[in-house]
Structures are given as C-alpha cells and as structure tokens.
C-alpha cells in the first residue's frame, strides 16, 4: 500500500476516533460515500494503523496480581488506584484490607499497628461489619508509650472487636520495655504466656509494612546498635526490621515484645498493608521476606516493583 493511502487512512481515523467526528461528515469532507468512510476505518484496523484497547475494571489489578503470584507466590491481595490524597488512598487501602478479610473468611486475627491500622480502625468505625466471621482479635505487639492512636493497640483491637462483633484479646505489656532484663520478667508472667496461646491460634494476621528509618523510631539504636545500617534496613513490619534481601535482622538486645517471628510464620494467612507512603524497597524486602501470603497496595507500587524484574 502507498505512504499516501496509509496517510488517508490515518487521517480518516483520526477524525473518527479522536475528533469524534459522524462518518457522514468525514465522507462529506472527503467528497465519499459513508460506506466507503466505513470500509476505510475498518482496513486502518486491519493494518494496525487503529488500534482499540479496552480497560476492563479490575483487569489491570489482576494481571498484577498475576504477576507477584508467579514472581513471590502471592496467594491472592487487593490493589487500589492511587486517590486524590493521601488520606483518600488510604481509605481505599483500608477498604480493601476489611474486604481482603472477608474473603479469606478470618476467624482468630492478630492486628499489628501503625498509620494503616489506625486508618483501617476508622474506616470500620464508618462501615461497621458486625455480621463478619472474625471471632476473636489480638494484638499482634504491646502498646507503645506515644500518644498516637495508630500504636495504642489494646485500644484498637478493642474497637476493631466492636465493628466486627469478635471478642477482643489484650496484651497488658509495652511494646518497648526498659530493658532487655525487664522483657524477660514480663515474658515469664501468665499475662505474656496468655497472649502467646491467642498467637499460636491465629488463621490470620493483618501486618504493617513500612519503610525504614521510621517514625516513630522505636528505640532502634538501643535495641540493635550499628546492625540495621550494616545489613541495610529497609523495612519495617510490627517493630521487626528487614533488608532488601528480605532478611529479618535479630539483635541479641531487643527488647521489644510482639509475636516472636516463628509464630507469625507459621499462621496461615499474613496479609502485609501497605500505606500511600510505603516505598518500593521495603514492599521488596517485605516481599522477598517469605512471610506474606496475601497483600493490600495502591497499583502503582506494586508497577512499581514489579517493573524491576
């Protein structure tokens, strides 16, 4: 075919499907029958000079999901478009968490803390679901001594209990105690060794994943000296911290009490939740850590990630 007719050809479909133009105005324009209008933009389609994409909704969260399937062995998750705000994708984020447990029809839940759990607290304060099949929620790490609502943690199983009609489990020990001699204390007490039995019980945990460093910074020099920035911390989950690799780095002297690692592990479902601010390194790390069975992130930094393999 000549340039020149795959010139008229464009031109044709660019008046059609960019102009939006009638084909009888084209055709009038042109000095052609409609028909003709009509065979013309139907040869520009067969020669690739057209081509039409359809978005259908939710296909290009499930090709991603596809994607991590294959690459991380996800088992299934929610990804969220990006909102107008922070605090709007953060909603959805929540949504999409509370939906994410319905599916996997939850029973015993650990909750862990941070900005996404207290905005998850929240959104279920708006949108109770006392009907779900959530019995029983713990904490999955004891309280911190800030102020901020999204590290009170016996305060938001209590209200997660509530919207979701479960009994709530509390853990009556900070997360941070003074000293590695004082966890040790706490940790022999029938307080500590109830709430263990609630852990090793759980079908699922519902996991922060955060960047490193971190605010709150969670005594991270006390509890491992030089060891996050000699093994590369770039994330955190509950007040453990990870690396690109996705290891866990252990201190001898950390003192902070949550789940210990090897219970988590071995609950059934971990989901890790993502905040709008989570950056692509520490949902690697978190990744590449092998703890997470499902997982709750905005579309783009998931593209993000995966876009580096």
């Known amino acids: 075919m000549s340039l020149e007719k795959q010139k008229r050809l464009a031109y044709v479909a660019r008046r059609y499907y960019l102009e939006d133009r009638k084909q009888s105005d084209i055709a009038q324009e042109l000095g052609v029958s409609r028909p003709l209008v009509s065979r013309m933009l139907s040869e520009a389609r067969e020669l690739g000079i057209v081509e039409i994409t359809i978005h259908e909704p939710g296909a290009r969260a499930s090709r991603l999901l ?18 107008a705000d922070n605090d709007v994708t953060n909603r959805a984020l929540s949504q999409g968490a509370v939906e994410l447990l319905d599916r996997l029809e939850a029973r015993r839940l650990g909750v862990g803390w941070g900005y996404l759990i207290g905005q998850l607290v929240s959104w279920l304060e708006e949108n109770p679901r006392p009907d779900s099949s ?48 004082e966890k040790k204390l706490l940790c022999s007490t029938e307080v500590y060794r109830q709430i263990c039995r609630q852990w090793e019980g759980l079908d699922t945990a519902l996991v922060n994943i955060g960047d490193y460093p ?3 910074d969670f005594a991270s ?26 290891t866990v780095i252990q201190s001898d002297q950390d003192f902070a009490i949550q ?3 090897g ?4 609950c059934p479902n971990i989901i890790g939740v993502c905040s709008a601010n989570t950056s692509v390194k520490a949902l690697g790390g978190a990744l590449r850590s092998g703890f997470f069975t499902h997982i709750v992130a905005r579309l783009d930094l998931m593209k993000g990630l995966l876009d580096q393999f």
């Open 66 to 83: 596809e994607r991590l399937r294959l690459s991380h062995g996800i088992r299934d998750g929610v990804l969220v478009e990006d909102g």
């Open 134 to 181: 959530v019995t029983d929620i713990c904490p999955l790490v004891g309280n911190a001594s800030i102020p901020a609502r999204n590290y009170q943690s016996n305060e938001n199983v209590r209200l997660m209990a509530r919207q979701l009609g479960a009994v709530p489990h509390f853990l009556y020990l900070p997360a941070l105690p003074e000293s590695l001699e």
């Open 214 to 216: 971190s605010s709150p």
């Open 221 to 246: 020099l006390v509890r491992y000296g030089s060891l996050l920035q000699r093994q590369r911390a770039c994330g955190r989950m509950l007040v453990y911290y990870f690396n690109e690799e996705g």
């Open 259 to 261: 789940v210990p690692i």
């Open 263 to 266: 219970t988590l592990r071995r």
